[in-house]
């Protein structure tokens, strides 16, 4: 009996993935017209050359533009002042390669850099099968597809950045950070494979992925400049890390792999339907919120009208939601890095690097009332007008991003940006912004119903993406009084009654504004 257990208890060389596409694909080719195979690659290959030709074209009127402001030299004020001791050339580039290489980790670790679709998980995960077959494949083409596209987009970025280098030398140092990239995804399926049991040990665990990550953000710059050993040691380190990956394809438990099947689902869905708020709820934390003793006291507390119960419940929510403040302080550090390592750059450049944190900031805030966005029977429920309702929402994402601005103009003005009056600028832009995520968590719902316009590029839905600047709006009408107090480098009077009568404008627009 020992025996037969022993052959019946090992794992099938049976490869269910591979036989299901094969199949799929067979079924799919014997329904196929070769007259919609060839219009499909034409259409394809011409909206490809097309946005080529355009992005050659672009990248090489910015070398040219760069070049001239470089041998022009520092002329005029600059809103951060550069620091007094010299970094090395490139530092700017490193920092912008090191957050990249962060944000594929980071993307790869929620979207599950191994995992399986969810039929795929209720049908052969159960079975006595060897998972390494089913899963590798998936992953090797993931792999290459990230590699690929790194490299496609650093090849532009270095041209742009390091004017002494040419394209024979931009080429390898873009497949390096090609190497990098399928590096830092690896990082994510190392960490998956390890079980984690505190939070503080997760975070203890990526510190080396963190260091190594540092290590190769440094990396194609040297090989740009002819270093073909920092090449190698890239290529070597990839090399290491899909060893210590595929030998532990086996220990990754089956509900991480359906996990990350779903999220990966349900984000490229979001995505091919133009929807930022369902891409935002694909990609939240873990919507089990953190444990708050003090939140949970406060809301015991109870309220003595509606609304107050209704802003208790939302304080109490918004504090025990994870991760919220992850994103906005990562940005302002990468802000503030980019500031004082790019050297005297113009203040228009400042000031569009300023505005484009602010607008990948604000959202972060809006992630629970995207949440309640979802049921707005709900909302309807309550004994109060929408108006009151959304107010209550705006009450802790404009008091958050309140202290945020604050605390960033607080750093301009420590780097020399302008007089101490920027901070309540700031903050009064806070309420704005605030308003701005919940108009944005509370956006409509693309209209798929016109049709879509024909382009160069190929069909274009002009009327959903009106859909998807609603809050980004409110956010540029917010930035422009703070914007133009941070060039002048002093707040008058009537510039702080402009930003409070601007986010005013903004709270009022989200609390009467109805979706059609």
């Not at 917010?478 to 914007?483: A, F, G, K, S, Y």
Request: hydrophobic share 55%.
């Amino acid at each position: 009996m020992a025996p037969d257990a022993a052959v019946e208890a090992a794992p099938a060389a049976f490869n269910p993935v591979q036989f299901t596409r094969q199949a799929s694909r067979t079924f799919v080719r014997t329904r196929t017209r070769f007259r919609d195979v060839f219009i499909d690659v034409y259409t394809a290959v011409l909206a490809v050359g097309t946005i080529g030709a355009l992005a050659t074209g672009l990248v090489l009127a910015l070398r040219g533009q760069v070049a001239q402001a470089w041998s022009a030299g520092p002329a005029g004020r600059t809103l951060v002042v550069p620091p007094s001791f010299s970094l090395p050339d490139g530092t700017a580039a490193a920092v912008l390669v090191f957050a990249a290489l962060m944000s594929v980790t980071v993307m790869a670790r929620k979207l599950g850099p191994v995992s399986v679709s969810a039929a795929e998980g209720y049908w052969w995960l159960g079975l006595p099968l060897d998972r390494r077959p089913m899963v590798t494949g998936r992953l090797v083409r993931r792999l290459v597809l990230v590699c690929a596209g790194a490299a496609v987009l650093y090849l532009p970025f270095g041209l742009v950045t390091d004017l002494e280098t040419g394209v024979q030398g931009q080429l390898p140092a873009a497949g390096v950070f090609g190497l990098a990239a399928v590096c830092a995804v690896l990082l994510a399926a190392v960490r998956q494979a390890r079980p984690v049991a505190r939070a503080s040990t997760d975070r203890r665990g990526g510190l080396p992925g963190v260091l190594l990550i540092a290590l190769l953000s440094v990396i194609p710059a040297g090989v740009a400049d002819g270093s073909w050993a920092l090449g190698l040691g890239a290529l070597s380190v990839t090399g290491a890390l899909w060893l210590v990956v595929s030998a532990r394809l086996e220990r990754i438990p089956a509900r991480e792999l359906i996990r990350g099947g779903a999220v990966s689902g349900h984000a490229d869905a979001a995505v091919y339907l133009l929807d930022p708020n369902e891409v935002g709820r694909a990609l939240s934390a873990d919507p089990g919120g953190a444990v708050s003793s003090r939140a949970g006291r406060w809301y015991a507390r109870g309220a003595r009208t509606p609304f107050g119960a209704l802003l208790r419940a939302d304080t109490a929510a918004f504090l025990r939601t994870r991760g919220l403040w992850t994103r906005p302080m990562a940005l302002l550090l990468l802000c503030v890095a980019l500031l004082l390592t790019g050297g005297a750059q113009p203040p228009l450049v400042q000031l569009a690097l300023i505005a484009g944190t602010v607008c990948a900031a604000v959202p972060a805030l809006g992630t629970l009332a995207r949440r309640t966005a979802i049921t707005p029977g709900l909302d309807m429920l309550l004994p109060l007008s929408p108006g009151i309702v959304r107010l209550s929402r705006m009450a802790l994402p404009a008091a958050a991003l309140a202290l945020w601005s604050a605390v960033f103009c607080a750093v301009l003005v420590l780097l020399g940006a302008g007089s101490p009056v920027l901070i309540a600028l700031g903050a009064l832009a806070g309420a704005g912004f605030g308003a701005s995520a919940v108009r944005g968590a509370y956006r409509v719902q693309p209209d798929w119903t016109v049709p879509p316009a024909d382009t160069v590029f190929g069909p274009v839905p002009t009327a959903q993406t009106g859909a998807m600047i609603r809050g980004l709006d409110t956010t540029l009408l917010t930035l422009v009084p703070l914007l133009l107090g941070l060039f002048l480098g002093y707040v008058p009077g009537v510039l702080l009654v402009v930003q409070a009568g601007f986010s005013a404008v903004c709270v009022l627009v989200v609390m009467y504004s109805h979706p059609k």
